[in-house]
């Protein structure tokens, strides 16, 4: 296996929640993902008082929903600015290509263009936090005759 797929990704959100997983790890070639659970999230450190109300949106897994990732290493931002309010947050309809976050990489912003049209079902990781190339950021719920491949 040379990555994770989109595929592959699926299946582990399913393996989570079937065996009630908290967190798993996968590595592949030179691919990483790492998936929490809410619970595991609110455990640790990265959970704060402006993502408590993303728990009530865990969703019950099936194709329907589609992973955000990372296009590249770097610091994801959920806004174009400190003081600006966020591209996304839990609940908000997207339509294929809108830009939910940005990647901060080498002092040049890349925008993350939304995979799919769907809701904003969760958001994996905060604004500021590094991130790896291919890491999921939020999680999509779509119909599939919206999957945009």
């Known amino acids: 296996m040379n990555g994770i797929s989109d595929d592959d990704l699926r299946w582990l959100l399913k393996l989570v929640e079937q065996e009630e997983l908290a967190e798993i790890e996968v590595h592949a070639g030179e691919s990483q993902v790492i998936v929490r659970t809410s619970e595991a999230l609110a455990s640790s450190s990265l959970w704060s008082p402006a993502s408590e109300g993303q728990a009530e949106y865990a969703p019950e897994l099936d194709e329907h929903y589609i992973p955000v990732l990372s296009p590249l290493a770097g610091v994801f931002y959920r806004a ?57 950021l939020m999680i999509i719920r779509t119909q599939p005759d919206d999957v945009k491949r």
């Open 80 to 136: 174009a600015s400190p003081d600006a309010e966020p591209f996304v947050d839990v609940g908000d309809e997207v339509v294929y290509g809108d830009t939910v976050g940005l990647i901060e990489a080498m002092k040049l912003f890349n925008e993350i263009p939304a995979p799919a049209t769907g809701a904003i079902s969760s958001i994996l990781v905060e604004s500021g936090q590094q991130v790896a190339a291919d890491e999921v």
